[in-house]
């Protein structure tokens, strides 16, 4: 759905207007980016020094560290806030029941597991290595990368596995369920008491309950709990994670909740 109305026209009061990153977090990604273009120019020079004094296993790890960095360069790309006019909201089936979904964006999640997966394989390559060696070396070396490319090597598993899941935030005739990169959330309508605009330097939806009467919620990974589940009733929607335009999402909340949600019962 596009061009249904201004997204800076339904922006909420609560978010500043214009561009979401300040002058000075421009700057900063300015300057990353300079950074991880000096890393890799070296990366690649020492590929080439590596080479020519025939130690191809040493420009392995030149070509890695500088592939690295593209997934670091990338994350703050793709982990904002969008202002694009765009509003897709999808339809689906959610144990059993029809369901109006708005889905998040699988760009950061996706970058993380590239991220990590990296690091896995160069702490992997970094035991075989020093494996080689252990007769003189011992194993102490071996095991630590080892661990720490099983440890790194747990989130893309985790992604593959669906242990960490891109996640949504869908409204049923029940309630209202809301799937983070690492939680199930679910909240009925009987306990959902209204929507408010957050702001903690980036836009937030709160969806807030009157109490825990019917709350639902449980974390699916246990090693990786990269968004956590609020202390008290109610859902926050970090429009960073998400694709859409974040004041027309928004604004969507917003009128399903007041369309389905119920009156306390006294």
Known sequence: MRGMQSSEATRPA????????????RIKLALAAVFGAVVMFVCAAGVV????????QSAKYFVLFGLLWVPILAFPLVYKPKANGRLAPTERTLNGSPATTIEYSSGPLTVMSILTGFVSLMMGLGAYDYSLEAESDGYGSTVIFA???LFFGSFPLSYLLGRLRRGYIAFTTEGIHQRGWAFES?????????VSAGYQGFPMTLIIAYNDE??????????WRIDRIPPTPMMDIDYRKIGDDAALV???IVEQVERNRRPLRR
């Open 14 to 25: 609560e978010w500043p207007s214009g561009n979401w990153r300040t002058l000075r977090e």
């Open 49 to 56: 020094v590596m080479l020519d004094e025939g130690s191809p």
């Open 147 to 149: 661990a720490i490319a």
């Open 186 to 194: 679910f909240l009925p309508w009987d306990s959902v008491m209204g």
């Open 214 to 223: 019917g709350w639902r919620r449980r974390y699916t990974a246990r090693l």
């Open 250 to 252: 928004h604004a969507f």
